[in-house]
Nanobody
Framework: HVQLVESGGGSVQAGGFVRLSCQVS????????MGWFRQVSGKERERVAA????????YYADSVKDRFTISRDNANNTLYLQMNNLKPEDTATYFC????????????????????WGQGTQVTVS
């Protein structure tokens, strides 16, 4: 099965930056939509960004547009989320997720549309 492992989280001051990484194994990257979600305790999981299997199309939540950038390096089986100009509101546990390609759609925002999940990495913005 697909295995996802996030890394790169930590504490950062407001206005700073962090790059999250997600190592993917167990399934061809070229067949997966990939997404980043975040969750604050007591709230629903939120789709932050998504990227198509080949990396040509990206999708973002309005709250992170122009600040976050999702990218993927399929040759190295890695997904990234570059997070710039961080705000306290960005504090959350961040998860990477994979959606096995079915109909070619990667724009879904619902967590239920994704098939595999990492364990999450904490980002705290002070």
């Amino acid at each position: 099965h697909v295995q996802l492992v996030e890394s790169g989280g930590g504490s950062v001051q407001a206005g700073g930056f962090v790059r999250l990484s997600c190592q993917v194994s167990g399934y061809p990257n070229s067949r997966n939509c990939m997404g980043w979600f975040r969750q604050v305790s007591g709230k629903e999981r939120e789709r932050v960004a998504a990227i198509s299997p080949g990396g040509s199309r990206t999708y973002y939540a309005d709250s992170v547009k122009d600040r976050f950038t999702i990218s993927r390096d399929n040759a190295n089986n890695t997904l990234y989320l570059q997070m710039n100009n961080l705000k306290p509101e960005d504090t959350a546990t961040y998860f990477c997720a994979a959606r096995v390609m079915r109909l070619g759609y990667c724009y879904y925002t619902a967590p239920e549309k994704y098939d595999f999940w990492g364990q999450g990495t904490q980002v705290t913005v002070s």
